[in-house]
């Protein structure tokens, strides 16, 4: 069981996986169009977005961990965003393209 704190006074407890939609099917990856782009955060640092594609949570994890280690870098997946740390748009286009991607 998973803790949540409430607004209240003590913790409710709610089964794990609770409030989850329900699991995303990948599409094949030469029907989507995939976007890759360069973004700046906080304190001038940039990383590279992979946004606009439609994978279930364990193939967009495997596409990230993919991704870091191409680049050589860390990232992150989270809110359906691949983010790779610093500005690696030619080689994550390049390894996405290969894999059978269609990038813009």
Do not use: Y
């Not at 991704?67 to 990232?75: A, D, I, N």
């Not at 992150?76 to 790779?84: F, K």
């Amino acid at each position: 069981m998973a803790k949540k704190l409430t607004s209240g006074n003590g913790w409710s407890f709610e089964p794990a996986g609770a409030g989850r939609d329900e699991a995303v099917q990948s599409l094949p990856d030469d029907k989507q169009i995939v976007v890759v782009r360069t973004e700046k955060r906080a304190k001038g640092k940039v990383v590279t977005a992979v946004t606009k594609f439609v994978l279930s949570d364990v193939d967009r994890k495997a596409v990230a961990a993919a991704l870091r280690k191409h680049c050589g870098t860390g990232g992150s997946d989270q809110d359906g965003i691949i983010e790779v740390q610093g500005d690696h748009v030619e080689k994550v286009r390049a390894f996405l393209q290969k894999k059978g991607w269609r990038v813009k």
